[in-house]
């Protein structure tokens, strides 16, 4: 089954500064990969997805932005940080219409 | 576009009592189903999945749920509840029309065990 690695794992970052946090993907190849954001432990709210190298959508505007240098690599991004970026960050994996598989997660903290 | 609804935000119920978590949906094509469950500070553990065939579909922990496509329902249910099956509950549906693997999360019903 796939394995999905994310870090770090809490983040404090203060407002106006960049942000980058790493997702990589084991035991599959060629996934869908999935940026969501987690706000006071209630729902999901998906931010972009990526169907291949360089493919990205973005679901909502914001001040965030993705990339998926590698097959199984997809970051996530920002210039500037605003305090409404503050969140449980989930980064998740699948093929076909199997079930997702997601990492532990980032909790970042913009101050 | 497709949605769901999970109605309740907190579910409460006695250890050994059966558990029900209400989950509506809502696709233009035919649906593909999900459970997750999210333990604190953790990322989503998948439990279920209805793609097609029987109604009633079992997965992880003793947990099942059953489709109902008249009411566009897919309840998560356990027959005897325990104190470890505290978290946080998420229904998720695919779209077969999206023609990309979209899935839209529910808000999440929390559910509490009480010993």
């Known amino acids: 089954s796939q394995t999905i690695h994310q870090w770090p794992a809490t983040l404090v970052q203060p407002v106006g500064s960049p942000l980058s946090l790493e997702c990589t993907v084991e035991?599959?190849?060629?996934?869908?990969l999935y940026w969501y954001r987690q706000a006071a432990g209630r729902g999901l709210q998906l931010l972009f997805y990526?169907?291949?190298?360089?493919?990205i959508s973005s679901e909502v505007p914001q001040n965030l932005s993705a990339s998926r240098p590698q097959d199984r690599q997809f970051i996530l991004s920002s210039k500037k940080l605003l305090l409404s970026d503050s969140g449980f960050y989930l980064c998740?994996?699948?093929?076909?219409?199997?079930?997702?598989?997601f990492g532990s997660g980032t909790q970042l903290s913009v101050l | 576009a497709q949605s769901v609804a999970q109605p309740e935000d907190q579910v409460n119920v006695a250890e050994g009592n059966p558990l029900t978590v209400k989950c509506t949906y809502s696709?233009?094509?035919?649906?593909?189903l999900f459970w997750y469950v999210q333990y604190p500070n953790r990322g989503l553990q998948f439990l279920l999945k209805?793609?097609?065939?029987?109604?009633l579909v079992k997965g992880s922990y003793g947990f099942e749920a059953e489709f109902n496509k008249s009411q566009t329902s897919f309840h998560l249910k356990k027959p005897s509840a325990l104190v470890s099956d505290s978290a946080l509950y998420f229904c998720?549906?695919?779209?077969?029309?999206?023609?990309?693997?979209?899935?839209?999360f529910g808000t999440g019903t929390r559910l509490l065990v009480s010993p």
């Open positions: 998740a994996s699948t093929q076909g219409y199997e079930k997702l598989f």
């Open positions: 035991g599959t190849s060629n996934p869908n």
């Open positions: 990526s169907v291949g190298i360089g493919q």
């Open positions: 696709v233009s094509g035919n649906p593909y």
């Open positions: 209805y793609i097609t065939g029987d109604n």
């Open positions: 998720a549906v695919r779209d077969s029309n999206t023609g990309f693997q979209k899935l839209v």
